[in-house]
């Protein structure tokens, strides 16, 4: 079963890859793709937040969400992240559509992530890894994607003050 979480209620996560040119400025047609990996925030600090509410359990609205496993920092989910914020911030909007008209499994999936499940939380306006964190646990959608237990994998990214965080399974 595929699993593409969409809050109505929009923060943000960011996807970004580049492809391997030929020697005619074409892309390189059996060259994989080159994953960024600058995000832009502190990586470890965004998965420790997640991993210990996770680990502890919360309330996501009235909604009580038990305790569930870690999840693991990925440079696919980051890469797709950092594309996706990146176009947020050009566009200087929220959305979970790609101007390709994409969504985040199509984002995902260009990065090489072959995904069973997958979600996207983004934002706009926090300075730190701590804010955006706290405004995601307080929107009940986007807690209930941080401690989706399907989830065992996760990348977040920032450009400007927009910011992506995406969950996958393989």
Same mark, same amino acid.
């Given at each position: 079963?595929?699993?593409?979480?969409?809050?109505?209620?929009?923060? $943000?996560?960011?996807?970004? /890859?580049?492809?391997?040119?030929?020697?005619?400025?074409?892309?390189?047609?059996? %060259?994989?793709? @080159?994953?960024?990996? #600058? #995000?832009?925030?502190?990586? +470890?600090?965004?998965?420790? /937040? @997640?991993?210990? #509410?996770?680990?502890?359990?919360?309330?996501?609205?009235?909604? @009580?969400?038990?305790?569930?496993?870690? /999840?693991?920092?990925?440079?696919? /989910?980051?890469? $797709?992240?950092?594309?996706?914020?990146?176009?947020?911030?050009?566009? !200087?909007?929220?959305?979970?559509?790609?101007?390709?008209? %994409?969504? @985040?499994?199509?984002?995902? !999936?260009?990065?090489?992530?072959?995904?069973?499940?997958?979600? +996207?939380?983004?934002?706009?306006?926090?300075? #730190?890894?701590?804010?955006?964190?706290? %405004?995601?646990?307080?929107? +009940?959608?986007?807690?209930?994607?941080?401690?989706?237990?399907?989830? !065992? +994998?996760?990348?977040?990214?920032?450009? %400007?003050?927009?910011?992506?965080?995406?969950?996958? $399974?393989?």
């Amino acid at each position: 079963m595929k699993l593409i979480t969409f809050p109505l209620a929009c923060l $943000a996560l960011c996807c970004s /890859l580049s492809c391997k040119k030929g020697p005619d400025d074409s892309p390189g047609t059996n %060259d994989p793709p @080159v994953l960024s990996t #600058t #995000t832009n925030i502190n990586n +470890e600090a965004l998965l420790k /937040l @997640v991993n210990d #509410t996770r680990l502890a359990g919360c309330n996501c609205g009235t909604t @009580v969400m038990p305790p569930v496993g870690a /999840l693991t920092w990925s440079i696919n /989910l980051g890469a $797709a992240a950092i594309g996706h914020s990146k176009y947020m911030a050009s566009i !200087k909007t929220l959305t979970h559509i790609s101007a390709n008209g %994409d969504n @985040v499994g199509a984002r995902v !999936k260009v990065t090489g992530y072959n995904w069973t499940s997958v979600g +996207e939380n983004t934002a706009v306006g926090q300075t #730190t890894e701590a804010q955006v964190f706290n %405004d995601w646990i307080k929107s +009940e959608d986007h807690c209930k994607n941080i401690m989706n237990a399907t989830f !065992k +994998e996760m990348g977040a990214a920032k450009t %400007d003050n927009y910011w992506v965080q995406v969950f996958a $399974a393989k």
